[in-house]
């Protein structure tokens, strides 16, 4: 099988079969999001343990990138700490703007899948959606954890 057959597949499989999908009524945090370039949606339902994304799901519509790419957020972030998750934020989005010299196939894994969108600008946006999302609660989170939240 091409690679690019692969990737095509586990997008087209993520797409089909979201995981995570569906809200979390229990949510600690529930943000969303939109793509106005695209229709794009996505929510995120975050359940917190301290410093560490404990239970993560998503409700969304629109096209296949954004919506297998929320899928496969909340694979790769759940259970993982803020730092973690913020290491996987940069890299995914490096990769995505095509700013990668060499992609970490290892450290990066499913998420190689949708690394042509670089060659597409117009569809960065809906791979990136819900990243840029989860990338401001992470920074958020943090800052909350420091003491330094919004006060009020
Ligand atoms: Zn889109």
Same mark, same amino acid.
């Given at each position: ?15 089909? %079969? ?16 939109? %793509? ?13 343990? $301290? $410093? ?9 519509? $629109? ?16 259970? &993982? ?50 990243? %840029?999302?989860? &990338? ?15 006060? $009020?």
């Amino acid at each position: 099988m091409a690679i690019d057959d692969l990737y095509q597949e586990i997008l087209m499989d993520h797409y089909k %079969n979201p995981r995570n999908k569906g809200k979390l009524h229990d949510a600690d945090l529930e943000v969303h999001a939109k %793509n106005p370039f695209c229709g794009d949606e996505v929510e995120l339902d975050i359940i917190w343990d $301290g $410093g560490r994304i404990k239970d993560i799901h998503f409700v969304g519509q $629109g096209c296949v990138i954004s919506q297998a790419s929320v899928s496969l957020l909340t694979e790769h972030v759940k259970g &993982k700490t803020l730092e973690e998750i913020e290491e996987v934020i940069q890299e995914f989005s490096a990769m995505i703007r095509g700013e990668l010299e060499k992609i970490d196939e290892d450290k990066l894994d499913e998420l190689c899948a949708l690394q042509g969108v670089s060659k597409f600008p117009t569809r960065i946006k809906c791979a990136l959606l819900a990243w %840029n999302t989860l &990338k401001k609660v992470v920074q958020e989170r943090k800052a909350e954890l420091e003491g330094k939240g919004k006060v $009020g």
